[in-house]
């Protein structure tokens, strides 16, 4: 992925743990990397292709006058999100070096720094519901997740029937999935699933019982993780035809990160 960086920008701002910071002010230093394809800008000549660095800067000097936070690590992590929101989908990762030159220690230094790396991630969710209004349940599940504003979904698959998984006599399910870029980690991710879920009445008493809206993460980037809450890939993935065929649909060639194997291969063995 190409760069523009951007270095030592001064910025005048009011942020400390101290009231007097609060109060008096006092300078920080800002450096950016912008890791964004500039391949038709170099080409074109056109910045409408890029990111123009003069706004980006004037959008970090304007940001941190008008906010005031304790720390320099709450400075770093929302001028990160700020920018990723800001400049998508052209600006995929950003990372921010936020520099304290004048820092209350009462000893000589340089300066205290806090360096930040954030991006969008691609996570691919998969949706259920066999209680009450079914196609409600999962419209307004991705439509929640589509008003965050750490999250962006850009793929939806068809709503499909199907005979319920697990724990049988019950009713049938509505499943579906969807792609999703998203700013939060799998643990907030997770949290953020769940609290949809809790919106929506589910709630936990049989497992693989009747639920108003499930929400399980099928993937997130290529990470392989696991948890006693979570694991990523989702472990049961390859023998859910009603997870497999939705997911299918949109994202026939993703691979498994463990098996190497795509979504359509995954399909078509389960079949």
């Known amino acids: 992925m190409d760069e523009i960086r951007i270095k030592d920008l001064e910025v005048f701002a009011n942020h400390g743990v101290f009231p007097e910071e609060n109060e008096l002010g006092q300078k920080f230093i800002v450096s950016a990397v912008l890791y964004v394809d500039t391949r038709n800008a170099g080409r074109y000549d056109r910045l ?76 691919y969710i998969a949706l259920g519901s066999n209680m009450g209004d079914k196609t409600k349940y999962l419209d307004d599940a991705v439509r929640a997740l589509d008003q965050l504003k750490e999250c962006e979904v850009e793929k939806i698959s068809s709503w499909i029937m199907t005979e319920p998984y697990g724990v049988t006599n019950q009713d049938k399910f509505l499943n579906g999935c969807l792609k999703l870029h998203t700013l939060f980690t799998p643990e907030e991710l997770l949290e953020t699933l769940h609290q949809i879920e809790k919106k929506a009445g589910r709630e936990r008493v049989i497992h693989w019982g009747p639920r108003t809206l499930d929400l399980d993460i099928l993937f997130y980037d290529d990470l392989i993780y696991g948890t006693e809450e979570l694991c990523i890939p989702h472990a049961d993935m390859k023998n859910r035809a009603f997870v497999l065929q939705p997911l299918c649909e949109i994202a026939p060639n993703v691979h498994h990160p463990i098996t190497g194997k795509t979504i359509k291969e995954m399909l078509e063995e389960l079949q």
């Open 48 to 123: 409408t292709e890029s990111i123009h660095y003069g706004e980006v800067c004037q959008m970090i000097d304007q940001y941190m006058k008008e906010h005031t936070y304790k720390l320099i690590e709450r400075v770093a992590e929302a001028l990160a999100e700020n920018l990723l929101i800001q400049y998508k989908p052209q600006l995929k990762k950003v990372r921010i070096e936020v520099k304290k030159p004048w820092a209350p220690i009462g000893l000589p230094l340089d300066n205290v720094s806090v360096k930040i790396e954030r991006k969008w991630h691609t996570a």
